[in-house]
């Protein structure tokens, strides 16, 4: 005749239930891999948050400046204040906000602190390190998209000034001028609504 089970008193048994259901989920190596699996999320998913407070919060000063190709080359956002700038077109527009596009790592990091109008006309990523490309070579086709491109840029980005030629003179910009003087080839119509 067989034995009744033994039966625990579920009081006795709970605490070492306990201790052994923490010491399972521990040397369980599928667990622990899950355990890891989460902690590594968590982590990634703080440290995403942490990164964009730190590169969105701070509202950097406008910046107000013509620069010439060498100059604008600082602006990658390589700088402590991640400041990134992008010329289409003789113009140059604060691209900070678009960080994650032109800033280090993004897809068109090769036009952060660079003239980006001959790859945006030719629809390739790359930059050039010519002193200053004047574009004359560029077909109609391609100097229209290149003009399509600066009024996208206007539109979302803040202007700083233009790029300049060898040999040509900045202007100086006070707090209250916002006009541009120069050899763009907006209408004069175009610059009025700025
Ligand atoms: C397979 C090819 C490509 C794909 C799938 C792609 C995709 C995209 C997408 C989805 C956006 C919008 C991002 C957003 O607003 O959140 C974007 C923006 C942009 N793309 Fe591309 N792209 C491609 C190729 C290119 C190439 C070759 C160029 C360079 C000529 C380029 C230049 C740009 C620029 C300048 C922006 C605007 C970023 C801004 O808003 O400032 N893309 N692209």
Known sequence: MDSPPEIKSPELERPSAS????FEIIYSPVNLLLIVIIIVLVYKLFKSKFN????ESPELPKLRKDMTVAELRQYD???ADGRVLVAVNGWI???TRGRRFYGPGGPYAAFGGKDASRGLATFSVTSSDKEYDDLSDLNSMEMESVKEWE???REKYDLVGR???PGEEPTSYS???LEETDHST???DEKKEK
């Not at 964009?52 to 590169?55: F, I």
Request: negative net charge; glycine residues 4%.
């Open 175 to 177: 707090d209250e001028e």
């Open 19 to 22: 201790s052994n259901i923490f």
């Open 186 to 188: 907006s209408t004069p």
């Open 52 to 55: 964009k407070v730190a590169v």
């Open 77 to 79: 956002g390589t700088q």
């Open 151 to 153: 009024a996208q840029f």
């Open 163 to 165: 790029l300049l030629k």
């Open 93 to 95: 527009f604060d691209v």
